[in-house]
Structures are given as C-alpha cells and as structure tokens.
C-alpha cells in the first residue's frame, strides 16, 4: 500500500488478468485490508503481525502472510491464522541461518523469507526450509520498471524460479 494508486491497481489487475494472483502488501489496519480485499486482492501481507489485518483476512478468506521476527511472533501469527509467516526482514537477522534456527523447533510452520533475498542467497533460503521467497527490488528492479524493461523482468524472474527449483530437487 506504499504505492500511489495501489487500490486502483490491484483493481485494475485483478480484473484484466484473471489468471494472476494479485495481492496487496504493507496492509497495516482493518480498513484497508477490507479495501484490498473489495479491490480484487486474494492475498495480503504486513510487514509485522497486526491482529485486525489477520481478522480481516480469516473472515474474507485470503489468503494472509504477516511478518513476524522473532519465534514468538511467528508462533503467535500461526496461531493466528496465517497461511505463511513472512520472517521480515531476515537477512538482517542472519539470513538462511536464522530461517533453519526457526524451522528447527517449529517445522510446522511455512515460513517466507523476505528482506535481503537476492540471487546469491535464494536457494540457501530453500535449503534451510523456507517455504517461499519475498524478492522485491531484485526482481523488480526500479531502473528497469521505470523504462518499462519487461524482458529484463521476465529474465530475473526465469532466474529465480530456476533457483528454488533446482533448491527444491
């Protein structure tokens, strides 16, 4: 929600391209999570636990990945309801090493690594248990969004697919 016209946005994509999955993120209060959801989104993210986003979603039945740091936090957003804990932002906290920490006693939860994942440390979040991958400015690079680079896009997107797949294999 950090986007100018976000809600026009996720409206507008959600109904062109039926087939994309479009969500909203920074969802930080109940109002906006009700807007999101109204707009077309089918998921939504914080960058922290917030109770009244993770209402919201529950009740509308989207899907909801609230960041959590610490291992109460992402016990108490499982608890929650959450689909996914996005651990945010976790390179900071000691990258691929602190996700396979949290997954050690809670190998339950589906966790997202996010904050820091870049192509040279994508496939160490896989192998230490992460779920799935938050990837914002390196795979969307402003420079390339700016002059409308879709194939450089498409190309960092193929490279990272490719890196959590041969992760997973």
């Known amino acids: 929600m950090t986007v100018p016209g976000a809600l026009d946005l996720i409206s507008d994509l959600a109904k062109s391209l039926p087939e994309m999955v479009v969500g909203a993120g920074t969802v930080l209060d109940a109002e906006t999570a009700r807007r999101c959801v109204n707009a077309g989104a089918s998921f939504l993210t914080s960058p ?82 992460a779920t799935a991958l938050g990837i914002g400015a390196e795979l969307i690079p402003g420079e390339a969004l700016k ?11 193929r490279r990272f697919l490719s890196m959590v797949k041969d992760a997973r294999a």
Request: hydrophobic share 50%; net charge negative.
């Open 48 to 129: 922290g636990l917030i109770p009244e986003v993770m209402d919201v979603a529950v009740a509308e039945g989207v899907v909801v990945f609230p960041g959590a740091l610490t291992p109460t936090e992402v016990i108490a957003a499982w608890k929650a309801g959450a689909d996914f804990v996005k651990v945010y932002p976790c390179a900071q906290l000691g990258g691929h090493s602190y996700i396979r920490a949290l997954k050690v006693p809670l190998p339950q939860i589906r966790l997202i690594a996010s904050g820091g994942v870049n192509q040279q440390t994508a496939a160490n979040f896989i192998l230490a248990g």
């Open 147 to 157: 002059a409308r680079k879709e194939e450089q896009i498409n190309e960092l997107a």
